[in-house]
């Protein structure tokens, strides 16, 4: 537990020097606890310290440690869902950060309706081109957005993308950057039930270059918790 301590304040510390290197404001830059795999007594030491923002990907790890959360934090989607498990996923979640094709928003908008409720999404975009992440591709994300801004109980709320998984720190700006330029497009249609105000990017390894393009929210698990067990392509991959 003393180890997760020690891990948010250099975080933190990571977070603050990359604020003051692109002239931001530390309070600009949210930190998400990406909990996958993470234990309810790990996740919920991290709460006590302070911490308001998690992120899970599976829903049955929902279901199994949403309701045993302490101090009632606020809990994203960022994992790929699938249209079946919409209405598990709405017990627990206050945005759904993986929104990525029409269909998945169409079914959403319905259950919405039944529950009479409304939901905050980003829109998911596949930045990196690879077949292992999910996301739309960057040259249809306006469709999808304009599609989605006239269902009327979801609200757009921002975009969350996964860079690449380069050692090569300029194809990883690339990706944020190209999040950044869809952000700034959509912003100047002003479109109605559409404020794309958050940019969800960045994890353990490159947080640093995401702040640096304009990262909102940053999504970190590892540099926290520790090595998770499973790779990651079996949360990114369909086929797993
Ligand atoms: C696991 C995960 C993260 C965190 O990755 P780390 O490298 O462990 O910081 C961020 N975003 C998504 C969508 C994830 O699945």
New binding site residues.
């Given amino acids: 537990m003393k180890t997760i301590e020690g891990n948010l304040q250099i975080i933190k510390q990571r977070i603050a020097d990359s604020c003051k290197q692109s002239g931001r404001h530390p309070n600009e830059v949210k930190l998400l606890l990406?909990t996958?795999t993470v234990d309810t007594t790990s996740i919920n030491y991290a709460l006590e310290l302070g911490e308001t923002l998690i992120?899970e990907?599976k829903v049955q790890e929902l279901k199994e440690k949403g309701s045993m959360l302490k101090g009632n934090p606020e809990v994203h989607f960022?994992?790929h869902l699938q249209s079946n498990k919409i209405k598990d996923v709405l017990k627990y979640v206050h945005c759904i950060e993986s929104i990525d094709r029409f269909s998945l928003a169409k079914k959403l908008q319905q259950r919405l309706e039944f529950e009479n409720r409304h939901m905050d999404v980003y829109i998911q975009v596949n930045t990196s081109f690879e077949d292992s992440k999910f996301g739309v591709l960057p040259d249809k994300t306006l469709e999808l957005i304009k599609a989605v801004s006239q269902l009327n109980r979801i609200h757009i709320k921002g975009l969350m993308t996964?860079g690449v998984l380069s050692a090569v720190s300029k194809e990883v700006r690339t990706c944020f950057k190209t999040l950044k330029d869809i952000q700034t497009k959509v912003n100047a249609l002003q479109l109605p039930n559409v404020e794309m105000n958050e940019l969800s990017m960045g994890?353990?390894?490159d947080l640093e270059i995401a702040i640096e393009e304009g990262a909102t929210i940053i999504?970190?698990?590892?540099?926290i918790f520790g090595e998770r067990m499973y790779p990651?392509s079996y949360?990114?991959n369909e086929t797993l």
């Fill in positions: 990406a996958k992120g990907n960022i994992g996964i994890m353990s390894g999504r970190v698990g590892t540099a990651d949360y990114w």
